[in-house]
């Protein structure tokens, strides 16, 4: 059995592209054949994913595996392909939460509200990283769901910091550090 995960981008460092590729790894690692496949690629991950126009389909028993966080058209792709489809949502900030702030991103948030719901018909699972989001899934008609919560190297949190981050942050004031995007719901 063949397992492809497809992801709208594969950037070095996101949560969602790094998860991919340790379940990839574990697939590989459990006999299967397995690889990422992306619409958009760091460079430096050409060696650790795939472009996904080199994608071809497999078997009727290979699975496809949509990691879903905003629209894109790997949506379509997965409604048509006629192998095993799974789901796995990470989440869409609701819309609300960027009107009067950005009005592209509230079209892209409702999009991605849209999409996420016309794939409840099309796979044989829907998974979510959190209760939270599974509930979502639930309540957009997914029939079978479960939680999967994000794949994490606990290995690079035992590093050694950098040392020029070391340096900056050892100056003897509180320091703070904020992580996530610049948006009115995260309340920097």
């Given at each position: 059995?063949?397992?492809?995960?497809?992801?709208?981008?594969?950037?070095?460092?996101?949560?969602?592209?790094?998860?991919?590729?340790?379940?990839?790894?574990?697939?590989?690692?459990?006999?299967?054949?397995?690889?990422?496949?992306?619409?958009?690629?760091?460079?430096?991950?050409?060696?650790?994913?795939?472009?996904?126009?080199?994608?071809?389909?497999?078997?009727?028993?290979?699975?496809?595996?949509?990691?879903?966080?905003?629209?894109?058209?790997?949506?379509?792709?997965?409604?048509?392909?006629r192998g095993r489809r799974v789901?796995?949502?990470?989440?869409?900030?609701?819309?609300?939460?960027?009107?009067?702030?950005?009005?592209?991103?509230?079209?892209?948030?409702?999009?991605?509200?849209?999409?996420?719901?016309?794939?409840?018909?099309?796979?044989?699972?829907?998974?979510?990283?959190?209760?939270?989001?599974?509930?979502?899934?639930?309540?957009?008609?997914?029939?079978r769901t479960g939680v999967l919560?994000?794949?994490?190297?606990?290995r690079r949190y035992r590093e050694?910091?950098?040392?020029?981050?070391?340096?900056?942050?050892?100056?003897?004031?509180?320091?703070?550090?904020?992580?996530?995007?610049?948006?009115?719901?995260?309340?920097?």
């Open positions: 059995m063949r397992i492809d995960q497809w992801v709208p981008a594969l950037h070095r460092g996101d949560a969602i592209g790094d998860s991919a590729r340790l379940m990839r790894d574990a697939f590989r690692s459990w006999g299967h054949a397995a690889d990422v496949y992306a619409l958009e690629l760091d460079p430096d991950l050409g060696g650790d994913g795939r472009p996904f126009s080199e994608w071809r389909a497999g078997g009727p028993d290979d699975v496809v595996l949509l990691h879903y966080a905003l629209p894109s058209p790997l949506t379509q792709a997965l409604k048509t392909h789901l796995l949502h990470h989440n869409i900030t609701p819309p609300q939460f960027f009107a009067g702030w950005d009005e592209e991103m509230v079209r892209i948030c409702t999009l991605g509200r849209e999409e996420l719901g016309s794939l409840a018909a099309h796979v044989e699972l829907g998974l979510a990283d959190s209760e939270f989001n599974r509930l979502d899934l639930e309540a957009l008609g997914f029939r919560p994000i794949y994490l190297d606990f050694p910091p950098n040392p020029v981050l070391r340096k900056l942050l050892d100056d003897g004031l509180t320091n703070l550090l904020f992580v996530g995007r610049l948006a009115p719901n995260k309340r920097p």
